[in-house]
C-alpha cells in the first residue's frame, strides 16, 4: 500500500519542484496578453471591414462617396470666385464676421461635399435597405463631424493649440463613429509604465492633457474677467489691483492644476517627494528670480511705488508702466522701457516724484551782477516763472540769494509743478528763456569769467 501510494503520488513531485513565477512578471505577462487581445480583436474588425468591401453594395457605396467627392471638388471649385467677389462687397462688416467668411470658404469643398452625400444617404434608405447606404451614413457622419471641429477650433487663436485640438478632435470623433472607442482606451491604458505606486499610461496621459487644457482655459477666462472687474473699480488702488490679479491668477492655475491631477487619478502623494526635490533644487538655482518675486509681492503690499508713479533710479528717470512678477516697467521721455528687476527696487535708492502726492518742487541756480538791484532780481525771477506754462500758482515760486560769488551774486529760483510725467528738463528749459527774456527787458546782466591779457614792453 505504501508503495502504490508514492507511485501515486510521484508524478506532482516535478510540478511542486517548479520554480515559481514572480508576481512582477506575472503582472507584465497578463499586461502582454491582454494588449495581444485588443490588437486581435482590432485587426479581425479591420479584415472584415476589407472583406466587406468586396461585397458589391458596399463597393457601390464607395463609389457614390467618391463620385459626390468629384462633384463637391467641381462645385466649389466654380463657386469659390463667386464667394469671393461677394465677400468683397461686404467690407464694411465686422471683422469676427469676415473670418468666419474666409473660414467658410477655405472649407467650402467639405461644406458643399456634406450637402450633397446626407440627402443621397436619406434617399438610399428610403429607396434600398438600410445596410445598403450604411457606409454612406459612415462617411457623412464622419465628414460632418470633422466640419464641426474644423469651426468650432478656430476660435482658439493659438495656432499650435488649435491644430492639436483640432486633429485630436478628428481622431476622437473617428473612433466614436467607428466604434472602436473601448479598444482604443483598453490597448491606451494597457501600454503604461510605474513609478512605486504611480502608474501613467498613454490613456492617463490623454485624459490628463484633455482635463488640464479644459480647466486652464476656464482659469484663464475667469482670470480675465476678474483682472477687468478689478481694474474698473476705483475704490481699489492701482498697486492693490496688481496684487489681487496676480493673486487671482496664481490661485486659479494653481486649483486647475491640482483639480486636473486629481481627475485624473494621479496620486499627488506619490510625487511629494520628487517634488520636494526639485523644489529644493530650484530654490538654489533660482534665487534671483525667487527674490525678485517675493520682492513684487512686497513693492505691491507696502505700496512704495504704484502704476502711473514717476522715479528715478539712478540714471534712469520715467513713470511706471507695469508691475510684473519679475520685473518693473519704466518709460522714459525718449520713449525707452526699462525692464528694472524688483529686487533693485528694494535694495536700491529710489526716487519717488509722486509717492504722497504729485506735487514736485524744481530749483535751477542763476546769477546777475554785482551792479543789478537784488530786489529787482528776485521780483523779475518770481514774476518770469509765473509766466511758464505748468509752473503752479497757488504754490508761489521764490526766489533767494544763495551767496556772492567771484563774478556774481548766485540767486536760487523755487518753483512747483504738479505733472512731472510731462518732463522735468523741458520745464526748466522753459523757465531760464523766460529769466532771459525778462532780465532782457529790464537790462539785468549776466555776467560770466574773463580774462585780459596784457602786453608788458620790456623797454628795449
Not at 488702488?237 to 487671482?248: D, G, R, T, W, Y
Not at 551774486?409 to 504738479?418: A, E, N, S, T
Request: net charge neutral; aromatic share 10%; hydrophobic share 50%.
Amino acid at each position: 500500500m505504501e508503495n502504490e501510494t508514492t507511485l501515486a503520488t510521484s508524478p506532482n513531485l516535478p510540478a511542486a519542484s517548479t520554480p515559481a513565477t514572480s508576481a512582477p512578471e506575472q503582472a507584465s505577462g497578463a499586461v502582454v496578453n491582454e494588449a495581444q487581445e485588443i490588437a486581435l480583436s482590432l485587426a479581425d474588425k479591420a479584415q472584415g471591414f476589407l472583406e466587406g468591401l468586396l461585397r458589391p453594395w458596399n463597393a457601390y457605396q464607395i463609389v457614390i462617396a467618391l463620385g459626390l467627392f468629384i462633384v463637391a471638388h467641381l462645385l466649389a471649385k466654380l463657386l469659390r470666385p463667386r464667394y469671393r467677389e461677394w465677400m468683397r462687397s461686404r467690407e464694411n462688416w465686422p471683422k469676427w464676421r469676415l473670418r468666419f467668411m474666409l473660414l467658410v470658404e477655405r472649407r467650402l469643398r467639405l461644406i458643399c461635399f456634406v450637402l450633397l452625400i446626407f440627402p443621397t444617404v436619406w434617399l438610399m434608405r428610403e429607396l434600398t435597405w438600410p445596410s445598403r447606404s450604411y457606409l454612406l451614413g459612415v462617411i457623412a457622419n464622419l465628414a460632418l463631424a470633422w466640419l464641426v471641429i474644423a469651426i468650432v477650433t478656430r476660435l482658439i487663436n493659438n495656432g499650435f493649440l488649435r491644430s492639436s485640438v483640432r486633429y485630436a478632435g478628428w481622431a476622437w470623433a473617428t473612433l466614436v463613429i467607428l466604434g472602436i472607442t473601448e479598444e482604443a482606451i483598453s490597448l491606451m491604458d494597457t501600454a503604461a509604465i510605474e513609478l512605486g505606486t504611480l502608474r501613467l499610461s498613454i490613456w492617463m496621459l490623454v485624459q490628463a492633457v484633455f482635463t488640464l487644457g479644459l480647466l486652464f482655459f476656464l482659469a484663464r477666462s475667469v482670470s480675465k474677467a476678474t483682472a477687468s472687474g478689478v481694474r474698473r473699480n476705483e475704490d481699489i488702488s492701482p498697486s492693490m489691483q496688481v496684487l489681487v490679479i496676480k493673486f487671482a491668477q496664481v490661485g486659479l492655475y494653481g486649483l486647475a492644476l491640482f483639480v486636473g491631477l486629481r481627475a485624473t487619478g494621479v496620486d499627488l502623494t506619490g510625487l511629494a517627494v520628487l517634488s520636494g526635490a526639485i523644489g529644493v533644487g530650484l530654490g538654489f538655482g533660482l534665487q534671483k528670480v525667487v527674490s525678485n518675486l517675493v520682492s513684487g509681492v512686497i513693492i505691491l503690499l507696502d505700496k512704495s511705488i504704484k502704476p502711473g508713479d514717476v522715479i528715478s533710479l539712478g540714471e534712469t528717470f520715467g513713470w511706471i508702466n507695469t508691475l510684473g512678477a519679475r520685473y518693473t516697467s519704466v518709460v522714459t521721455r525718449d520713449g525707452r522701457e526699462y525692464l528694472i528687476p524688483n529686487e533693485d527696487l528694494i535694495t536700491g535708492q529710489v526716487v519717488n516724484w509722486s509717492h504722497s502726492d504729485d506735487f514736485v518742487r524744481l530749483d535751477i541756480y542763476f546769477g546777475t551782477a554785482y551792479g543789478d538791484d537784488p530786489h529787482k532780481v528776485r521780483a523779475l525771477a518770481i514774476e518770469a516763472a509765473r509766466g511758464v506754462d505748468r509752473v503752479l500758482g497757488h504754490k508761489a515760486p521764490v526766489c533767494h540769494i544763495v551767496g556772492f560769488g567771484d563774478n556774481s551774486v548766485d540767486y536760487i529760483l523755487r518753483f512747483w509743478i504738479k505733472d512731472p510725467t510731462g518732463g522735468l528738463t523741458n520745464i526748466r528749459g522753459n523757465v531760464y528763456l523766460a529769466l532771459w527774456d525778462k532780465f532782457q527787458e529790464n537790462n539785468i546782466s549776466i555776467p560770466f569769467p574773463q580774462r585780459e591779457v596784457r602786453m608788458l614792453d620790456d623797454g628795449s
